[in-house]
């Protein structure tokens, strides 16, 4: 048996995001509603969801009202198969018209009348929701890998890097970084303490190229004594949130990114990106092939 107490087994699975800044957690037990928030569903559904559902939503329709029209044959003329009827339901409901299928009865022109509505209606509503996935503002922030832990200036100093990957700029970029650990109460109950990082700069006028944040460890944070190992038995997750205003929408944009105690260096230091001497352009540049490069560095 081992001899590890509870205290000090390594705490699993408590992380609140994984790596990529998605969520770990699963919601049970909360009030079913899907039509209180079917916008919002719908929205942020993924692109390859969205257009299957509406293709089954439009097909389903289709088959409904070829029925319909078949329940009184010869209503529409050129229509004698219920795959007549299924093709005259979308030129119907797609307002196409090619002149060939026409209805002929009271019977037919009610259901046109009514398909024709439901038809405006639906792109209607589709229309918005492709305008609203289309506008849904996206950061494109690249994290790297690590995080690491070395000297700057004579401190120890917790260090992680950030590159906007789009290439244009973001405009009063702000970081916030926390710490989940779990700890033990005095009354012998564990919970998952978040205790929020003090960052040298914790925001960025103009975030373009890159940005490395740092936070020295001192008395007050919440690494000082900690190692690797240590950390990883409290279960640490450190979230890092970073937000801003995209200067081509105008729009706030977001992302963020989790690390683990196994994801942070100690002893090293990231590799330069910038290179010192200057293309034949006279510009500097920027070399992301090593944006996660790290080296040893002193502790």
Not at 12 to 25: C, E, K, S, W, Y
Not at 53 to 61: A, E, K, M, P, T
Not at 169 to 180: M, N, P
Request: one cysteine or more; charged letters at 20%.
């Amino acid at each position: 048996m081992s001899g590890k107490t509870n205290e000090e087994r390594p705490v699993r699975g408590q992380r609140f995001l994984d790596n990529r800044g998605r969520p770990t957690l699963e919601a049970v037990g909360l009030p079913q509603a899907p039509l209180r928030d079917l916008y919002h569903r719908l929205v942020i559904a993924r692109w390859r969801t969205f257009i299957v559902g509406w293709l089954v939503i439009y097909s389903v329709l289709h088959l409904a009202f070829a029925a319909l029209y078949m329940l009184e044959p010869g209503c529409v003329s050129s229509v004698t198969t219920f795959w007549d009827g299924y093709f005259f339901s979308v030129q119907t409901m797609m307002t196409i018209g090619y002149g060939t299928m026409s209805p002929l009865t009271t019977y037919a022109h009610v259901l046109v009348t009514i398909e024709a509505y439901l038809g405006m209606f639906l792109t209607a509503v589709l229309t918005g929701l492709i305008f609203a996935k289309f506008a849904m503002p996206t950061a494109n922030v690249m994290f790297a890998n690590w995080c690491v832990v070395g000297k700057h200036e004579g401190k120890t100093t917790l260090s992680m890097r950030m590159a906007n990957a789009r290439g244009n700029r973001l405009i009063s970029a702000a970081l916030e970084v926390s710490v989940a650990k779990t700890v033990r109460t005095a009354e012998g109950e564990t919970f998952r303490k978040v205790i929020d990082l003090k960052l040298v700069r914790r925001t960025n006028p103009l975030f373009w190229v890159g940005w490395t944040a740092m936070h020295i460890i001192d008395e007050t944070s919440p690494f000082f004594g900690e190692t690797q190992e240590t950390l990883a038995q409290q279960g640490m997750e450190m979230i890092v949130i970073l937000t801003g205003v995209d200067e081509n929408t105008s729009q706030s944009v977001h992302a963020r990114r989790s690390y683990g105690a196994e994801e942070i260096k100690w002893g090293a230091r990231f590799v330069d990106i910038i290179a010192a001497a200057q293309n034949e352009g006279g510009l500097r540049r920027v070399d992301y092939r090593r944006f996660h490069d790290t080296q040893a560095h002193e502790l």
